[in-house]
């Protein structure tokens, strides 16, 4: 089954700590993309990439890091100085060039106390 | 820059009503127009898209017309099922912004029986 997967489901950390959350695909995509989204709220960029080794900042990435350096893989470290990291992340993959539509994955939903 | 607003919600409807969720948006260019759905807990699913003016995109008896002319996506359903109780999204994507999708807000829907 191609498609993308985001672990875990449910994230716990204490506020200070720096926490990293998984997105891969197996959809042979060249873009992948992260989202925020907060209760009742659209969705946020964050960081997107539209090929390895190459990442972009979204309209909200201060406090949040990424990586690419696998075509599948795309994952998103909300650091310590992410001011309000408590939401659901959802990361997203689409075929490069022209306007494609973007597939997600389930999301992770983040707890900070 | 590119935005999309939405009706807010929740919409409540009874099962067999027809359904009407308002789109518009703002763009520089020619965006494509998509419409996601999102289930409780879940991450987006792609339910419709167009990708130039005039095209209606349809979809599990939804459906929607791209209209430049009013800069509007509304997307509707002539009869509704209590499946179709879910958070649905407007959003637009466009080829100078980076394929970066733009969402409007999310228009809860809320079947009953």
């Known amino acids: 089954d191609g498609g993308i997967t985001q672990s875990p489901k449910y994230l716990f950390r204490k506020e200070g700590q720096n926490v990293t959350l998984s997105c891969e695909q197996n959809l042979n995509h060249d873009a992948m993309y992260w989202y925020r989204q907060d209760p009742g709220q659209g969705l946020r960029l964050i960081y997107y990439s539209q090929i390895v080794n190459d990442f972009q900042k979204g309209d909200i990435a201060e406090g949040y890091s990424v990586s690419r350096e696998k075509k599948e893989s795309f994952p998103l470290t909300v650091t310590s100085a992410q001011k309000n990291p408590t939401a659901f992340y959802l990361c997203?993959?689409?075929?490069?060039?022209?306007?494609?539509?973007?597939?997600f994955g389930p999301g992770t939903r983040l707890t900070v106390t | 820059g590119n935005s999309v607003t939405q009706m807010e919600g929740p919409v409540t409807l009874s099962e067999e009503a027809f359904l009407t969720i308002n789109c518009t948006y703002t763009a520089t260019g020619y965006p494509s127009l998509f419409w996601y759905v999102q289930y409780p807990g879940e991450g987006l699913q792609l339910l419709l898209k167009?990708?130039?003016?005039?095209d209606k995109g349809s979809n599990k008896g939804f459906e929607a017309t791209y209209r430049k002319e009013t800069t509007s996506f509304h997307l509707e359903k002539g009869s509704v099922q209590v499946s179709d109780s879910a958070v649905y999204f407007c959003a637009l994507s466009e080829k100078a912004a980076g394929n970066k999708l733009t969402f409007g807000g999310g228009t809860r829907v809320l079947v009953k029986p």
């Open positions: 167009a990708t130039k003016a005039d």
């Open positions: 997203a993959s689409s075929i490069s060039g022209g306007l494609r539509e973007q597939y």
